[in-house]
């Protein structure tokens, strides 16, 4: 490998970590069904917020209803807004 093609590999694995670090993940509860896939969760700390699906449970076809328990990331810039990435059993 030359040196230019290790570079790249170093800054878009820098670029993916720091992205990846941005987001704050949560826990909640599924307390409303809106439109478009999109929810109003109320998460472990009290807070409620709306969240949609990621485009993994889309694909699979994960199907989430009223009471699940799922995972969500929020973005630090926004926290009343998240999506979707996880559903418990």
Do not use: A, C, W
């Amino acid at each position: 490998m030359s040196f230019s093609k290790e570079l790249n590999v170093e800054k878009s694995n820098s670029l993916k970590q720091r992205k990846q670090k941005k987001l704050v993940d949560m826990e909640g509860i599924v307390t409303q069904n809106l439109s478009n896939g999109k929810f109003r969760l109320k998460l472990e700390n009290g807070v409620e917020v709306i969240g949609h699906l990621s485009g993994k449970i889309r694909q699979n076809h994960i199907k989430i209803v009223v009471g699940d328990k799922v995972t969500v990331e929020l973005s630090p810039y926004d926290l009343t807004k998240g999506r979707i990435t996880f559903r418990h059993r």
